[in-house]
């Protein structure tokens, strides 16, 4: 059995932790026990704490950590109550939590909730998500706005060497300039007042010029909150005009 020990080596490390990344490491823990988690006792992990400190020494501060941490990974579901137990101090490893056996599966596991599959469009999630979840943050953004690129480029019936911000302003190109009529883009909603018809150009250019671009052309460091963070790509497949 991986003893949290062997895990964690400090325990000054270990009571630095989150909760949720001390969490991680008591779950490598119990699904490492000889019954694979199935048959958990709150009340025996927490005597042995006490009987068999893990670092050799009795330390409150530890077995309120770990008793934090386990209260954590119940709420999350990744332990679960017995419901042959009336006193309610048995549990077991859910389905949930026997997919992580190890602390860099735990990790990926909470990269994948900053960027819900589901609520990306799949165009985008096909090609982001991977990326996101191997820690390539800079390459997940420049795949999701490259993805919007080629769509409009399709959309609007442009050729190849229609480009970035000056691809997106004739696409969304406004009806109207300074008062005067000119030949709207091809995805233009000429039926929208011309100051958002301005708006939607600005976007798209935007968007393209402040999150596609930096990543074309230089590594731009970037953590998963911030790539999970940056808006989805205003329309994966650009309204029809």
Known sequence: MTEIRSIIPDPETLLALEVEELASALLVHLNDRGDGGANLSHYNFFNDLINNPPYGKHDDRINRALMEAWDW???EGFLAKRGDDSVGFRAFVTRRGQKLKSRADFDAYRKGNLLPKGQLHPLIASEVYPAFLRGKYDT???????????????????????????????AFKPSEKKGQATTPGPLTDTQAPIAEQEAMA??????????????????????????????QPPGATPPSP
Do not use: C, W
């Open 202 to 231: 600005n976007l798209f250019a935007g968007a393209i010029g402040l999150y596609k671009n930096p990543q074309s052309h230089r590594h731009v460091p970037t953590h998963a909150e911030d790539a999970a963070e940056h808006p």
């Open 73 to 75: 990974l119940l709420y």
């Open 140 to 170: 997940a953004i420049f795949e999701a706005f490259r993805e919007v690129e080629v769509e409009v480029r399709a959309a609007g019936n442009f050729g190849p060497t229609d480009l970035g911000t000056d691809l997106m302003r004739a």
